[in-house]
């Protein structure tokens, strides 16, 4: 994670105390911690569903938020 990160989501969410839970962008590392170059966060269908509204700061409502979150896997493997 970068130095930063719990920081600035427990402030999200202390700021958004209807929310419940925080969430970030990935960079997913490989086992040397270089970036992986099978798993590209681009190619999550959750990037794509949201469009320009995955860089947005916003508020998403439970169960749609949870259901597709946990079904935002890679859909096209590079």
Partial sequence: MEPQALERMGRALDENPDCDIA????????????PSPDKIWDDFFIVRYFGE??????????PHDGVLHYSGSPSTPR
């Fill in 23 to 34: 969430h970030c962008k990935l960079r997913i590392l490989d086992e040397s911690g270089e």
């Fill in 53 to 62: 509204l995955i860089d947005t700061p916003h508020v998403r409502s439970a």
